[in-house]
């Protein structure tokens, strides 16, 4: 089992910058590939980054050149910093871990509560 609770969310507004943050704790976190994934209200949860224990990562496609995903094995962090926020970035945003670095949520084993980021106009 692996539990995982995200921190850093809050309203911020267009044009402004993020750092999502995650902690892990249970089974050996450098197993494991962390990604984030977010849904917006009545909407899919959707993919946003990920990254494996060798520093491979994915991006989606949507968000790519406004993110930047990392992650500390040592501290059992993984982070994602968002910037250049939009008002359609504004969604819950689940941290993740899967066995394999994989951009779809069929593939994550554990999930977070999630963190909402609200972007104003």
């Known amino acids: 089992q692996v539990q995982l609770v995200e921190s850093g969310g809050g309203l911020v507004q267009a044009g402004d910058s993020l750092r999502l943050s995650c902690a892990a704790a249970?089974?050996?976190?450098?197993?494991?590939?962390m990604g984030w994934f977010r849904q917006a209200p009545g909407g899919e949860r959707r993919f946003v980054a990920a990254?494996?224990?060798?520093?491979?990562?994915v991006y989606a496609d949507s968000v790519k050149g406004r993110v930047t995903i990392s992650r500390d094995n040592a501290k059992n962090t993984v982070a994602v910093q968002r910037d250049s926020l939009k008002p359609e970035d504004t969604a819950v945003y689940y941290c993740?871990?899967?066995?394999?670095?994989?951009?779809?949520?069929?593939?994550?084993?554990?999930w977070g509560q999630g963190t909402q980021v609200t972007v104003s106009s």
């Open positions: 990254l494996n224990w060798r520093g491979s990562k």
């Open positions: 249970g089974r050996t976190f450098s197993n494991y590939a």
């Open positions: 993740a871990a899967s066995r394999v670095l994989s951009s779809t949520a069929a593939a994550v084993t554990y």
